[in-house]
């Protein structure tokens, strides 16, 4: 068993980056620009949104981050979001998920420009991924999949179980895993609550994605020797005895599963990192694609 670290294969994307970056610099013009915005004060997205912060200034990239309160209304957030998509020093937008219940994350995502929209979630982005074309791919598939090309984790033609089809993680990594390129090419079933023997099918995976959001679902029993297994979920499982009164736990049940695999993400430090990965590339492409 190999553990897939999330943290070097970031590193390794953040390193090229900031080369590209430095580059960029040297050759006097602007860094590459990613705007967050985030509104209310969930803890989680608190955390996410400072980290992504953060590596933006590692790698060079400036950074805004926009704070609006819980109780900002929907045309607050929009009118933000179109002052963003007029900004000529703005590459790539990104808002935080979730949004309070009175907003339409639908709307929202709507409303960034594609040029710009670095998480990949507008229906154009997704449209041209189902198509196979160039685009935004959102993050966290798209950090997987830098992931397994890191490990050069063979795909063609394996059997890939994805458990989850949320429309930024299980679908978009179905639609990856079964396209037509070096780290695609796999035979996908894509599960979801109405699944019928989800058991079954998981011991048939050669590959198994598991983005359901449920801590320690997957067992090794569900596991088949020698698969390489990725865990994309997170999830804060109150805990006493912990430092900050919780525990993060993956979709897997990694002690029991981890010894029957060939490859496996830790959870923390594996999939969560190298989502932050994607949207850098993301923002780059995006920066790159406006200066042409
Ligand atoms: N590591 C990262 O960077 C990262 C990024 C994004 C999300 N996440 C984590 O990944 C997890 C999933 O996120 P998400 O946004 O995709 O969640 P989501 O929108 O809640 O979607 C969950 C999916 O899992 C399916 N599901 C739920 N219970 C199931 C069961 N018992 N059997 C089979 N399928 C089941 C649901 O099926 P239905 O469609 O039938 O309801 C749904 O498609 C969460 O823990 C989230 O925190 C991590």
Wanted: glycine fraction near 8%.
């Amino acid at each position: 068993m190999q553990i897939l670290d999330g943290k070097l294969a970031a590193q390794h994307t953040k390193d090229t980056l900031k080369k590209e970056v430095d580059e960029i610099i040297a050759a006097g013009k602007r860094a590459p620009h990613l705007a967050a915005i985030l509104v209310g004060n969930n803890g989680a997205s608190e955390t996410y949104v400072a980290s992504k912060v953060k590596n933006c200034t590692e790698i060079g990239f400036a950074s805004t981050l926009i704070r609006l309160g819980e109780d900002s209304s929907e045309a607050t957030l929009l009118q933000e979001i179109e002052k963003l998509n007029n900004d000529d020093a703005v590459d790539g937008i990104l808002v935080q998920l979730p949004l309070p219940k009175h907003i339409s994350e639908q709307k929202v995502t709507e409303s960034v420009n594609p040029l710009k929209d670095v998480d990949g979630f507008h229906p154009i982005s997704a449209g041209k991924l189902v198509l196979g074309l160039p685009t935004f791919i959102s993050a966290t598939p798209y950090g997987i999949m830098l992931l397994l090309e890191h490990y050069n984790i063979p795909t063609r033609g394996k059997h890939a179980v994805v458990i989850g089809r949320s429309n930024i993680v299980g679908r978009p990594m179905s639609i990856l895993l079964s396209s037509n390129h070096p780290h695609g090419n796999c035979t996908v079933t894509l599960c979801h609550s109405h699944t019928q023997n989800l058991k079954e099918l998981c011991q048939r995976a050669d590959i198994l994605v598991a983005a359901l959001g449920k801590p320690e679902f997957v067992t090794a029993d569900m596991v088949k020797e020698g698969a390489v297994v990725i865990d994309v979920g997170i999830t804060r499982v109150p805990d006493s005895t912990a430092k900050r009164g919780y525990v993060i736990k993956g979709d897997v049940a990694f002690n029991g599963v981890a010894p029957k695999t060939s490859f496996i993400t830790p959870v923390p430090g594996g999939v969560g990192l190298m989502t932050i990965a994607g949207l850098l590339k993301n923002t780059l492409q995006a920066y790159r694609t406006r200066q042409q």
